[in-house]
């Protein structure tokens, strides 16, 4: 591959399939490490953070029950109260290291894009239970390039248990 490909519409080159995935793992290494203000930096200003209830074939974020359903407003917000200290299930926060795998991309236009992949998500519940959590599930993000590299403006997490009752889920998953 040389980087030009994409003949189709919905093709993504080689060259930005790898800047989206080194985006991603930053994004995914500021949530792990509780960098709120470097997470934040990489958002846009029409930024929704979703976590769908419930196995819905087709969620929808205006019709179906959300664990979390942020506007940039609201996540500003989330953002503030985990910075205070004062969110004591995550004081202190708890380590946490995620993986990211199975990508698949497509051009949303020429300047947006849309991945989906899988994750697992390790949470080490230092400040309770001390017992090491499994998240796991898929990610569905999109980006829009920002000059040389991107910005966030959609993050859906379909967790994998989310039928069921879930633990708290007080940190940026």
């Known amino acids: ?14 060259v930005d ?6 985006f991603l793992s930053l994004e995914a290494r500021y949530a792990d ?12 200003s029409d930024m929704f953070y979703w976590v769908p209830a419930g ?6 974020p205006d019709t179906t029950v959300s664990v979390i359903a942020d506007n ?18 995550q004081q202190p926060a708890s380590p946490m290291r995620r993986q990211l795998s199975n990508f ?3 051009a949303l ?9 899988n994750f697992a998500l390790f949470e080490y519940r230092i400040q309770a239970t001390r017992e090491m959590t ?5 990610y569905e993000y999109r980006l829009r390039r920002r000059g040389d590299s991107f910005g966030m403006f959609y993050k859906r997490v379909e967790l994998t248990n989310a039928s069921d009752p879930l633990p708290t889920l007080a940190f940026l998953i």
């Open 33 to 44: 490490e509780a960098r709120y203000d470097e997470w934040d930096g990489l958002l846009e």
């Open 104 to 106: 698949e991309f497509k």
């Open 1 to 14: 591959m040389n980087g030009n490909e994409g003949n189709s519409p919905t093709e993504v080159s080689s």
């Open 17 to 22: 399939r790898q800047s989206l995935v080194d």
């Open 72 to 89: 940039r407003i609201r996540l500003k917000n989330r953002i503030a109260q985990l910075k205070t200290g004062l969110r004591l299930a």
């Open 109 to 117: 236009s020429e300047n947006e894009f849309s991945i989906e992949c």
């Open 55 to 60: 196995d819905t074939e087709a969620p929808n």
């Open 134 to 138: 499994i998240w796991a599930g898929r």
